[in-house]
C-alpha cells in the first residue's frame, strides 16, 4: 500500500495518542494540602486522568492537551513578566526566557536592586519546572536557572537555580 492510499483513520488515531506526565507532587501541591482525591478530581475537571504515585503524580491526556497546556503555561509566565516589568516598586527592567523554559534573565536597574527581590522570582522556578515536566523532562533532570543582569553593564549581579532552592526547603 503507497502513502497515497493510506486510510484517514490513521491521522484520527495519531491525534488520540495520549501522553503521560510524571510531576512531581511538591510542585503540585507544595504546601501538601491535598488529599490525593483532590488532585484527581481536578484532572479529571480538566479533561485528564491523573494517578498519584507516591511523590508524583502521573497526569494521562492526549498530545493536543498538553500542547495546549504548554501554550498556556508559556502565556502565564509572560503574564507574570509583564506585570513585573510594569511595578515599579521593584528594579525589574526586563525578563528574557529560552523556548524550554530552563533560563530566566532578569534584567534589572542596579542602583534600586535589592537582593530581596530574588523572592519575586520563585514562580519562575515552579513555572519553569513544571514547564519543563510536562514538556517531558524527569522531575530529576528540571532545571532552572534565574539570572539578574545590572541592564546597564550586563554584569550578573546574582544567580539561583530551582535544584538548589529544592536543596535549601529539604534542609
Known amino acids: 500500500m503507497d502513502a497515497d492510499s493510506t486510510p484517514a483513520a490513521v491521522e484520527v488515531e495519531e491525534d488520540l495518542v495520549s501522553v503521560d506526565v510524571r510531576v512531581a507532587r511538591s510542585l503540585i501541591d507544595p504546601d501538601g494540602s491535598l488529599a490525593d482525591d483532590d488532585i484527581v478530581a481536578a484532572a479529571d475537571a480538566q479533561g485528564m486522568t491523573a494517578v498519584v504515585d507516591g511523590e508524583s503524580v502521573v497526569y494521562t491526556m492526549s498530545k493536543p492537551q498538553r500542547d495546549e497546556m504548554l501554550a498556556e503555561m508559556r502565556s502565564s509566565a509572560q503574564d507574570s513578566i509583564d506585570d513585573m516589568v510594569s511595578d515599579t516598586s521593584n528594579s525589574v527592567t526586563d525578563v528574557e526566557i529560552d523556548n524550554a523554559m530552563t533560563s530566566f534573565r532578569v534584567s534589572v536597574d542596579r542602583q534600586q ?12 522556578y515552579i513555572q519553569g519546572a513544571l514547564y519543563q515536566q510536562f514538556a517531558g523532562a524527569s522531575p530529576d533532570d528540571v532545571e532552572v536557572t534565574v539570572d539578574f543582569i545590572d541592564d546597564a553593564t550586563g554584569e550578573v549581579l546574582e544567580s539561583g537555580s530551582y535544584q538548589e532552592w529544592r536543596k535549601n526547603l529539604e534542609q
Not at 536592586?113 to 519562575?124: A, I, K, N, R, Y
Request: net charge negative.
Open 113 to 124: 536592586f535589592s537582593p530581596l527581590e530574588s523572592m519575586l522570582v520563585l514562580g519562575f
